[in-house]
């Protein structure tokens, strides 16, 4: 049903003939244990699978979505086209449409995992989900490696589950109550109520602030992992606790509970007022009643390419002939809109910020535009824009052009 759902959408917006049994044919091909969307590495790590990235997140997102009876009830009440939120909308908005879907939920998900928690946080992720092996480390970080899988799909699941369940309550763009306006101006006017006006003011779209919420925590997590490990990871069974690779743990017949280790694995939100830390529902609960703040900075962005991206390398082309030539990067792969907005936004918000901005940041975030500008225009309009039109140019070529 999900197939052919999005199939007839691709096939007329892509203009190819995209059948249903096309993609089934390629999904057989996907085995079980295959990661089945990459959040922003999708486009490296997915590249053999042949099926439109819609219907491999829209998989993804039941897969993560739902744990047991009770995340099932949740995922299909948030699913459920005649269902809304708890709470009243600013806009509508379908969060289930596959691109939201991606943006949203799958992006910060597989972010938090894949970028902070098991890459930033590798060194300090051995000590939680492997036996204690008596002390001994280099035993420890050896059972690590095998259970990190295991791992970080208990962290997958939970994270999404979390996500959903947010959205059940707050939906993606709740309106912010009369009684609790006020608090919340106060407490995030530099920061979220700041970057919602900036995005209105460059989209002209305002954003909900659960979407706003969604896009930046993985930074939060990502700035603080490093000292406030202890806290985020808090709800981790540590060595003591597992009794072998196989996450057998000790089963009372007073806590049957203990038996569901997938659900230990939640990560927690280390918070600078009243409580050192709590679990994300009851953080953005939190930060949407005005309570606690939500450290944001403009110029993050998920999966944000490294400066220089767009510039000329040279690469290799075979001829007619056989010989070899070279060519640009930026005439095998035009940059897209989506590369260029975050580096657009962030000379915006060096622009406009309170701080007198770095003479460097602003010579450098200009030159990352124009590589990247320089990929997407005609090589004609590139040379307007490495000599651009002046008085003085225009002058001399009217004179040019009465003198013949």
């Known amino acids: 049903m999900i197939v052919e759902s999005y199939v007839r959408k691709l096939s007329i917006v892509k203009n190819q003939q995209i059948s249903s049994e096309w993609v089934l044919e390629n999904l057989k091909a996907i085995t079980a244990k295959k990661h ?21 997140a829209m998989l993804h997102l039941i897969r993560y979505g739902m744990q047991d009876l009770k995340t099932k009830d949740i995922f299909m009440t948030w699913t459920n086209i005649d269902s809304l939120p708890l709470l009243p909308q600013e806009r509508d908005s379908d969060p289930i449409d596959p691109s939201w879907v991606i943006k949203y939920i799958i992006n910060p998900v597989e972010y938090i995992i894949s970028d902070v928690i098991f890459r930033k946080g590798s060194k300090i992720m051995w000590k939680f989900g492997s036996p204690p092996h008596d002390g001994d480390e280099d035993q420890m970080k050896q059972t690590y490696s095998r259970m990190k899988a295991r791992l970080e799909e208990a962290v997958r699941h939970n994270l999404m589950r979390q996500f959903i369940l947010i959205l059940n309550k707050w939906g993606p763009c709740p309106k912010i109550s009369d009684n609790v306006k006020k608090d919340f101006e106060r407490m995030h006017r530099m920061t ?3 970057e919602y006006n900036r995005i209105f003011t460059i989209t002209g779209t305002a954003p909900g602030w659960i979407e ?10 990502e700035n603080s992992f490093e000292d406030g490990y202890d806290y985020i990871c808090d709800s981790f069974p540590t060595g003591d606790r597992i009794l072998s690779t196989g996450w057998d743990i000790p089963k009372t017949k007073y806590n049957p509970s203990e038996a569901n280790f997938c659900q230990k694995f939640i990560l927690s939100v280390p918070i600078v007022q009243g409580e050192s830390f709590c679990n994300i529902p009851l953080y953005i609960e939190a930060v949407m009643y005005g309570k606690v703040p939500f450290p944001l900075k403009s110029g993050n962005a998920l999966g944000k390419k490294k400066h220089g991206v767009g510039k000329e390398t040279p690469t290799k082309k075979k001829k007619a002939d056989g010989d070899e030539s070279d060519i640009s990067t930026s005439e095998a792969r035009k940059a897209t809109p989506e590369e260029l907005l975050p580096h657009v936004e962030h000379l915006w918000n060096l622009l406009n910020s309170d ?24 090589t004609a309009d590139v040379a307007k824009m490495d000599e651009p039109e002046t008085r003085t140019t225009r002058s001399k070529k009217r004179k040019a052009d009465d003198t013949d």
């Open 355 to 378: 701080e007198e901005s770095d003479r460097d940041q602003l010579i450098e975030e200009c030159s990352t535009i124009r590589e990247l500008l320089k990929t997407m225009l005609s």
């Open 212 to 221: 706003l919420i969604f896009t930046h925590l993985p930074h939060i997590l």
């Open 36 to 56: 089945l969307h990459y959040g922003t590495h999708q486009q490296n790590n997915a590249r053999g699978y042949n099926v439109p990235d819609e219907i491999l």
């Open 192 to 194: 979220l109520v700041r």
